[in-house]
């Protein structure tokens, strides 16, 4: 105390302290306690002693920008991406995968124990992702009428500023990397991107200015089918121009077989988003096809298909396990999508109905269950808000799989009223699983958790969780 009964701070901003790193928290940055405190530290990993400096000082935590390591990790590996600490992608390269493994199961664990306030909840060891580089059916990569230059292109002469074909610096709308090879994606994903950026950058028609909202070349969006090796490229601009799209798509088609697909999606909104308003096809069909497991699914330009394929297989065969059906059961499906989930249980399931907001998922959904000659899956639109409490039916298994913000508290209170014996929980951030998991914690016991990794090198983590209703 300093006399005046307020509690002393062991930092302040702008002081430089010596850390040592305990562990990694949810996000991906190095924690460490300073007389209790907790400070956060970018590019740290745990078991490392490094120099840093306050940034930002609250009464609870801290936040300081790494100087200098002053004795690395032992779990500390060499970077495989020349990206890696500009491009915010795969912040975790760094650190040994079967330690990334271990980190996320502490935080997942960790998530329950503190916001979710269970104890003694069986998490199970992450499941390991194979492959882990080049696992990322789909990219998206940003024109940028400007280049953020890297410190050491910074030196470099006859660059050009003007033109950029990449990826964000974390946390910015504006700053793109000029990026030559994302290693998450696979080949020739990366020969594509470079076609498209010679063919753009030739063609002297400007890329679209994140500021000015002037300009073509907004977006371009690769997608893999696993199953059939083939592509998918979309190209987003500002503005229709068949004349300078066709023979793009023409040289693609030509230099790459896999290549089956090539659109132009068309979008005169501000947002940056890779949605186009309208599309043309330029090239083969206006999809391509997957698979997940035995049932397939064509994917067009806008559909949502998770994003790691071999992943949401070992994703929906833990949600299977734990949905534990014997064919007589009716399971719902909140925030259903494309209806995969729906479709991957159909089989030992009477009957599945999957509620979803977005009309164009559920669109995909109705053609995917026609695909699969799947006959006994329904979908209901609109916002589970408003659509589970009209729904007609008794639910034997309730599987939730919401957005990353999680459950709106109102459909927690109304899954409660709904009272289903199961629920399984599919989640990407235990942090509001944890959460919810609360909120229910009155009638449901977390029986187990298995989190899976999707997106190795990344500090994302996803989540199955089993729910039983108390007797
Ligand atoms: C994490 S995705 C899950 C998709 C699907 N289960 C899968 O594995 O592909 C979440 C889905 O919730 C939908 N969604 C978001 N808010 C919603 C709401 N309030 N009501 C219904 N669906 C919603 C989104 O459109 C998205 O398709």
């Given at each position: 105390?300093?006399?005046?009964?307020?509690?002393?701070?062991?930092?302040?901003?702008?002081?430089?302290?010596?850390?040592?790193i305990?562990?990694?928290a949810?996000g991906?940055?190095?924690?460490?306690?300073?007389?209790?405190?907790?400070?956060?530290?970018?590019?740290?990993?745990?078991?490392?002693?490094?120099s840093?400096?306050?940034?930002?000082?609250?009464?609870?935590?801290?936040?300081?920008?790494?100087?200098?390591?002053?004795?690395?990790?032992?779990?500390?590996?060499?970077?495989q991406?020349?990206?890696?600490?500009?491009?915010?992608?795969?912040?975790?390269?760094?650190l040994?995968?079967?330690?990334?493994?271990?980190?996320?199961?502490?935080?997942?664990?960790?998530?329950?124990?503190?916001?979710?306030?269970?104890?003694?909840?069986?998490?199970?060891?992450?499941?390991?992702?194979?492959?882990?580089?080049?696992?990322?059916?789909?990219?998206?990569?940003?024109?940028?009428?400007?280049?953020?230059?890297?410190?050491?292109?910074m030196?470099?002469e006859?660059?050009?500023?003007?033109?950029?074909?990449?990826?964000h610096?974390?946390?910015?709308?504006?700053?793109?990397?000029?990026?030559?090879a994302?290693l998450?994606?696979?080949?020739?994903g990366?020969?594509i991107?470079?076609?498209?950026?010679?063919?753009?950058?030739?063609?002297?028609?400007?890329?679209?200015?994140?500021?000015?909202h002037?300009?073509?070349?907004?977006?371009?969006?690769?997608r893999?089918?696993?199953?059939?090796d083939?592509?998918?490229?979309?190209?987003?601009?500002?503005?229709?121009?068949?004349?300078?799209?066709?023979?793009?798509?023409?040289?693609?088609?030509?230099?790459?077989?896999?290549?089956?697909?090539?659109?132009?999606?068309?979008?005169?909104?501000?947002?940056?988003?890779a949605q186009?308003?309208?599309?043309?096809?330029?090239?083969?069909?206006p999809?391509?096809?997957?698979?997940?497991?035995?049932?397939?699914?064509?994917?067009?330009?806008?559909?949502?298909?998770?994003?790691?394929?071999?992943?949401?297989?070992?994703?929906?065969?833990?949600?299977?396990?734990?949905?534990?059906?014997?064919?007589?059961?009716?399971?719902?499906?909140?925030?259903?999508?494309?209806?995969?989930?729906?479709?991957?249980?159909?089989?030992?399931?009477?009957?599945?109905?999957g509620?979803?907001?977005?009309?164009?998922?559920?669109?995909?959904?109705?053609?995917?269950?026609?695909?699969?000659?799947?006959?006994?899956?329904?979908?209901?639109?609109?916002?589970?808000?408003?659509?589970?409490?009209?729904?007609?039916?008794?639910?034997?298994?309730?599987?939730?799989?919401?957005?990353?913000?999680?459950?709106?508290?109102?459909?927690?209170?109304?899954?409660?009223?709904?009272?289903?014996?199961?629920?399984?929980y599919?989640?990407?951030?235990?942090?509001?699983?944890?959460?919810?998991?609360a909120?229910?914690?009155?009638?449901?016991?977390?029986?187990?958790?298995?989190?899976?990794?999707?997106?190795?090198?990344?500090?994302?983590?996803?989540?199955?969780?089993?729910?039983?209703?108390?007797?």
């Amino acid at each position: 105390m300093n006399g005046v009964d307020q509690p002393v701070s062991p930092v302040r901003k702008g002081q430089a302290v010596d850390l040592e790193i305990e562990t990694l928290a949810f996000g991906g940055r190095g924690l460490a306690r300073v007389d209790g405190l907790a400070v956060f530290v970018d590019h740290t990993l745990p078991g490392d002693r490094v120099s840093a400096r306050i940034t930002r000082k609250k009464s609870n935590f801290a936040e300081a920008r790494l100087l200098e390591v002053l004795s690395p990790s032992p779990f500390r590996v060499l970077p495989q991406c020349p990206y890696c600490g500009h491009c915010g992608g795969c912040r975790l390269q760094i650190l040994d995968y079967d330690k990334q493994l271990d980190c996320k199961h502490e935080q997942v664990a960790d998530a329950l124990r503190h916001i979710g306030l269970v104890e003694n909840v069986p998490v199970h060891p992450v499941m390991p992702a194979d492959p882990v580089w080049g696992y990322r059916n789909k990219m998206e990569f940003s024109f940028a009428d400007r280049r953020w230059l890297l410190p050491e292109e910074m030196e470099m002469e006859n660059i050009d500023t003007s033109f950029a074909l990449g990826l964000h610096v974390p946390g910015t709308f504006h700053k793109v990397i000029d990026v030559d090879a994302c290693l998450l994606l696979p080949e020739p994903g990366n020969a594509i991107l470079g076609d498209v950026r010679a063919y753009a950058r030739a063609s002297g028609v400007p890329a679209y200015g994140l500021k000015s909202h002037q300009g073509f070349w907004r977006f371009l969006m690769l997608r893999h089918s696993v199953a059939h090796d083939n592509w998918m490229v979309n190209i987003v601009t500002a503005a229709e121009d068949r004349r300078l799209l066709q023979p793009l798509a023409d040289l693609l088609a030509d230099r790459y077989p896999e290549v089956v697909s090539v659109v132009n999606n068309i979008t005169a909104r501000k947002a940056g988003v890779a949605q186009g308003e309208y599309e043309i096809l330029l090239h083969g069909a206006p999809f391509i096809s997957d698979r997940l497991g035995r049932f397939s699914f064509d994917i067009s330009a806008n559909s949502f298909f998770q994003t790691n394929t071999r992943g949401a297989e070992r994703l929906y065969t833990v949600a299977r396990e734990y949905a534990g059906l014997t064919g007589s059961q009716t399971v719902v499906d909140l925030y259903c999508g494309t209806g995969t989930i729906a479709i991957w249980l159909s089989g030992a399931a009477k009957e599945v109905i999957g509620l979803e907001i977005n009309d164009s998922c559920l669109a995909d959904a109705v053609n995917n269950c026609r695909t699969n000659n799947v006959s006994n899956v329904r979908f209901v639109a609109g916002d589970v808000k408003e659509t589970l409490p009209r729904l007609d039916c008794r639910a034997d298994v309730l599987v939730i799989d919401p957005p990353r913000a999680g459950m709106h508290k109102d459909v927690v209170e109304q899954v409660l009223a709904m009272a289903p014996p199961r629920i399984v929980y599919v989640s990407c951030n235990p942090a509001t699983l944890a959460r919810d998991v609360a909120m229910l914690s009155e009638a449901y016991t977390v029986a187990e958790v298995q989190p899976v990794d999707m997106f190795p090198h990344t500090p994302h983590i996803e989540c199955v969780a089993r729910l039983d209703k108390k007797a």
